[in-house]
């Protein structure tokens, strides 16, 4: 069973870190582009940060440039990111999903819309408040 379980949420005050991580189980990570997504309360999923299944290549939303870093370990099955200088705008549940490889570039993976992922896990909430 295809499985990615978020962890490492909590509340952090204005200007710190944290670091998600996401543990894949039941596939072959390799094959797969991970991308972590966030849904503040009223405001659509949108894409933060995704990453290829092997070249390395990145991508992240400008909101998040220059504070946020995704990587992955494959032999480990996880993918992580780590979150520095957080907002107040960053408080949001935090999701990781993945595509195979084939289906779409990372990029275009990191704005594709809820719908067009087939299941999302429960996720793993950030709060940055003082």
């Known amino acids: 069973q295809v499985q990615l379980v978020e962890s490492g949420g909590g509340l952090v005050q204005p200007g710190g870190s944290l670091r998600l991580s996401c543990a894949a189980s039941?596939?072959?990570?390799?094959?797969?582009?991970i991308g972590w997504f966030r849904q503040a309360p009223g405001k659509e999923r949108e894409g933060v940060s995704c990453?290829?299944?092997?070249?390395?290549?990145?991508y992240y939303t400008d909101s998040v440039k220059g504070r946020f870093t995704i990587s992955r370990d494959n032999a480990k099955k996880m993918v992580y990111l780590q979150m520095n200088s957080l907002k107040p705008e960053d408080t949001a549940v935090y999701y990781c999903?993945?595509?195979?490889?084939?289906?779409?570039?990372?990029?275009?993976?990191?704005?594709?819309?809820?719908?067009?992922?087939?299941?999302w896990g429960q996720g793993t909430q950030v709060t940055v408040s003082s």
């Open positions: 990453i290829s299944s092997s070249d390395g290549s990145t």
């Open positions: 999903v993945g595509v195979p490889r084939g289906v779409t570039t990372v990029s275009k993976m990191c704005v594709m819309r809820q719908g067009d992922f087939g299941s």
């Open positions: 039941g596939f072959t990570l390799d094959y797969y582009h």
